[in-house]
């Protein structure tokens, strides 16, 4: 029997909802978990400004990334815990929040996305941490190409702005990767430590974001 070959497309999550549909919930958890590995750093870099500007206060999102992963792999935590780290986290400091801050806000809150995923692992759930990767190459990329690529590019139309984002590199490296992760989760089926271990680090992509930023 030929092997399948999983190809998520950009903007079509309906096919990412018709493959998630396959996993068990810890998968699901996984597969979030991964992705906000790749937002992360774009929060690290507002985490690192505000501090500067005098923030002290105790990083509740790394935290609870930290404690998502745990979980995986077989720490006991309740629900009420992930209540209390959900409830951490939305007390994001909106102080400091500026129009320049967009990514680190949607890697917040693709984490709280997943922390309600690790209470009710839904597909909706799941598939809003997937929209929040969506959101943040567009606002990103429709950013940059606004203002230092392409001097016509407040006259094209939303169709052809998204078939450029969607084939853009660091459009077609991000599907790829969930592309890769989600084979990789249908087709093990025990999450060892060292399996966790494998998806997590392979995300990481050298400390920057998917949109290499850090």
């Not at 500026?98 to 209470?119: F, G, H, M, Y």
């Not at 959101?135 to 939303?158: G, I, P, Q, V």
């Not at 991000?174 to 025990?190: G, N």
Request: hydrophobic residues 35%; proline residues 4%; glycine residues 2%.
């Amino acid at each position: 029997m030929k092997e399948k070959i999983i190809n998520l497309k950009y903007d079509q999550l309906h096919i990412l909802e018709q493959e998630l549909e396959t996993l068990p919930p810890m998968h699901r958890i996984a597969f979030a978990a991964a992705c906000c590995e790749r937002l992360f750093p774009n929060y690290g870099i507002f985490l690192r400004e505000i501090k500067e500007q005098g923030w002290n206060e105790k990083d509740p999102i790394r935290e609870a990334l930290k404690e998502i992963w745990e979980f995986l792999v077989g720490k006991n935590v309740d629900a009420a815990r992930f209540r209390q780290l959900l409830s951490n986290c939305e007390r994001y400091p909106y102080d400091y929040e500026n129009e320049e801050t967009a990514e680190s806000q949607r890697a917040a809150w693709a984490i709280c996305s997943t922390l309600e995923l690790c209470l009710e692992p839904t597909l909706s759930k799941i598939i809003s941490v997937a929209k929040h990767i969506e959101e943040t190459l567009f606002e990103y990329l429709d950013c940059e190409m606004s203002e230092f690529e392409n001097a016509n590019w407040d006259k094209k139309s939303h169709k052809q702005v998204l078939e450029v984002i969607a084939n853009h590199p660091f459009t077609i490296r991000e599907m790829a990767k969930q592309s890769e992760d989600l084979q990789h989760l249908q087709e093990t089926p025990t999450l060892t430590t060292e399996f966790l271990q494998r998806l997590r680090t392979s995300s990481e992509n050298g400390g920057k974001s998917l949109l290499n930023l850090s």
